[in-house]
Structure formats: structure tokens, C-alpha cells
């Protein structure tokens, strides 16, 4: 799993070592990673974990590379890196952020797929599971290049899941709204009332947990969800079905 040192894919990490997973553990933010590998060890939990930056393809392929040799090949991928960037609006959005979300969200999607679906081929199996967003589906203004990317993330992984499905292997995302996480956190404090504007905005009155959207993506991952690909599974208390 990529990004897995904070928020939604840290607390898929420890849900998935609940179920018993043996874990490939990369993120750009070393530190926080060795701390979430280390509290994973202390559980008993194999853990092998590296620094790695979804724009490197190097990075990538070492993880999965060297991962698979510590602790065996991989059977099911999180692509789950990714950043909300900067807000804005269109018509004078930076071009250099946009290119930067587009290289983390999308490009480094593509990176995780395909350094991990040659082991999956010869295997004949495997799931892969990307992070989206409900932006995604919808169309939210002011965050033009974060929600072109999550779209493009949903296109790449039906695409991917057309292609290889003749090997048996299955490829969907998990497109949560807003989520409890140090993301959240951070794009709070530079926009004033936004947790409260979020918390009217959905059906159920609140943000999910990551904790909430960790058993959905780890349910996409798992045999429980075998006849289930090139799905965006919505997990959004509701909001797109308003």
C-alpha cells in the first residue's frame, strides 16, 4: 500500500492487519510510517515497510520489489496515495500545482498498477484497490485539478479492470466524500466553518471516520467482494445521492 503513514490508508493498514495481512508499507513521510510499522510489529503484525514517492517510479518498483522478497508476493494492492492540493478556481489555477496533483493522484495510480499487476498476471490473481474520491463522480467547483485527477482515477481503474479481468484479477476504487483525517484537518484551518458546511452537506450529518472507509476499501480487497470490479464504490453518507 502506498500513503499508508497517516489517515485513510494508515487505518487501512492496522484494519487489514486485524484480518491477519501481511503488509508492503510505503509513504513519502518516513518518519510517520516507521512509527505506524513499528506500533504493526508490536501487534505482531509482518510488516515491511520504505520510503516511497508515487512521482518515482524507482521508488515504486523498489517497494514492491523488495516488499515481495520480505514478505511475499503481493495479492492485494492499495494505490491510496494521493493529495487535495491547493483550492482555486480554473481560470488561474497554478499550472505547476496542477501538474503536481495530476503527477501524485493519477500518474502515481498508474505507477502502483503497473508495478504490481505483472506478479498478478503470472499469478493468474490478485486485487487492486485505488483511493478516489466522491469528487470523482461529482463535480465540485473550486478544486478543479483534485477533482479532474479522482476522475481520472475512476476512468484508470475500469479501464484496468476491462484489461486484465481475463487473468482473474479484479481492479475497483472506493470513492469517499470528506474524511476525519490530518488532510481534513489541514484544509480546515484555510477555509473557515468548512467541517460544519461539510457536516450539513451529508445525508447522515457528519464526515466519515477513516476507520469507516478502511473497511470499505479492505471489503473491496477481500474475497467477500469477488464478483465486484471496475466498480467506484461510493462512500459518502449519501452525499451524491442527494
Known amino acids: 500500500m502506498t500513503g499508508a503513514a497517516s489517515g485513510i490508508g494508515r487505518a487501512i493498514a492496522f484494519a487489514a492487519a486485524r484480518e491477519g495481512a501481511r503488509l508492503i508499507l510505503g509513504d513519502v513521510a518516513l518518519g510517520r510510517l516507521t512509527d505506524v510499522a513499528d506500533s504493526l510489529r508490536a501487534q505482531g503484525t509482518d510488516v515491511y515497510s520504505a520510503a516511497c514517492d508515487v512521482t518515482r517510479t524507482a521508488d515504486i518498483d523498489a517497494l514492491v520489489a523488495c516488499g515481495a522478497d520480505e514478505i511475499g508476493p503481493v495479492d492485494v494492492a492499495f494505490a491510496n496515495a494521493g493529495i487535495l492540493g491547493t483550492p482555486g478556481d480554473v481560470w488561474d489555477y497554478p499550472e505547476t500545482e496542477f501538474a503536481r496533483i495530476l503527477d501524485i493522484n493519477v500518474m502515481g495510480t498508474w505507477r502502483t498498477l503497473r508495478a504490481v499487476l505483472p506478479q498478478m498476471i503470472s499469478r493468474r490473481s490478485g486485487a487492486i484497490v485505488a483511493t478516489a474520491s466522491a469528487a470523482g463522480v461529482i463535480g465540485p467547483a473550486g478544486l478543479p485539478a483534485y477533482v479532474a485527477s479522482k476522475h481520472a482515477v475512476v476512468g ?78 461510493l462512500v459518502d453518507g449519501g452525499l451524491v445521492a442527494q
Open 156 to 233: 484508470l481503474v475500469k479501464s484496468t479492470a476491462m484489461n486484465v479481468a481475463q487473468y482473474g484479477i479484479r481492479v475497483n476504487a472506493f470513492c469517499p466524500h470528506m474524511v476525519d483525517t490530518p488532510m481534513l484537518d489541514k484544509v480546515s484551518t484555510e477555509i473557515p466553518g468548512l467541517r460544519e458546511s461539510l457536516d450539513q452537506q451529508t445525508p447522515l450529518g457528519r464526515v466519515a471516520t477513516a476507520e469507516e472507509v478502511a473497511r470499505s476499501a479492505l471489503w473491496l480487497g477481500s474475497e467477500e467482494s469477488s464478483f465486484v470490479t471496475g466498480h467506484p464504490l
